[in-house]
């Protein structure tokens, strides 16, 4: 019974900055800076979505929530007839769609911003969730600074998730090298956006293949590793209820 005290004792008395941190939290001057550039970055976006709308205004705008074009093609026009549906009740139903999809969006962004945009995985979530409720606002345009802003939106969406899924829920790199699954996220979303025969269309299949196995799989592996090896319990819990939401 008293080695069981002095047990209890001498863990109240081990100062708290010896004992593990569970998630990675910004301060000082490189918190204010990850804010700062969040906050630059959407208004940047926002000023660029204006300019564009003003520069396309004359060939309408069509906001579209699916990543494909929502354009009334012939055959989407006779399918949206055989049901019964008009085209302008088909672009009504894609604008409501839109606009509720991206109240979601960018209101989880910004809550997750407003209350942990001192952990970068917070930050990395919030800018993540916002980049995704902006993109139906953004019409297919050959604008300079539309074509600039989506092909950077790109990058760091696809960064953005691939640290997002390798660091969730703490933000931190365990394994250690993990943090090279996320240079290949970003490898691979720069290969999308660059022309010539560096364009991932132009890879030998073989060898997209082999980068797609070790980006995504590698990134499947660090998950399982973190699940069996590094979550607590409540992270276990967050893990599932991730899962559940990329699922449904």
Avoid at 106 to 121: A, H, N, Y
Wanted: a positive charge; one cysteine or more; aromatic letters at 14%.
């Amino acid at each position: 019974m008293q080695l069981r005290n002095v047990t209890q004792e001498r863990q109240r008395d081990v100062p708290t900055s010896r004992l593990p941190r569970t998630d990675f939290h910004l301060e000082g001057f490189w918190l204010h800076l990850a804010r700062g550039a969040w906050i630059s970055f959407l208004l940047v976006s926002l000023l660029v979505l204006i300019l564009t709308l003003v520069a396309t205004r004359e060939q309408g705008l069509t906001i579209c929530p699916f990543i494909v074009s929502c354009a009334v093609t012939p055959s989407t026009a006779h399918a949206l007839n055989h049901v019964a549906i008009t085209p302008s009740g088909y672009a009504t139903y894609n604008l409501v769609l839109a606009l509720l999809q991206s109240l979601v969006f960018l209101s989880i962004g910004g809550f997750i911003f407003w209350r942990k945009s001192s952990e970068p995985v917070g930050l990395v979530t919030s800018f993540f969730l916002v980049s995704i409720g902006l993109l139906p606002f953004f019409p297919p345009s050959r604008y300079p600074p539309e074509v600039i802003l989506s092909n950077i939106y790109g990058l760091g969406i696809f960064t953005a998730l691939g640290y997002f899924l390798v660091t969730f829920p703490d933000g931190r790199f365990v394994p250690r090298w993990s943090w090279l699954l996320v240079v290949l996220w970003g490898v691979r979303a720069i290969s999308f956006e660059i022309p010539g025969p560096f364009n991932i269309a132009s890879w030998p299949p073989l060898l997209n293949a082999a980068e797609e196995v070790v980006a995504y799989g590698g990134t499947i592996a660090v998950l399982i590793y973190r699940y069996v090896r590094v979550y607590s319990s409540s992270q276990r819990q967050q893990a599932k209820w991730l899962l559940f939401g990329f699922g449904g």
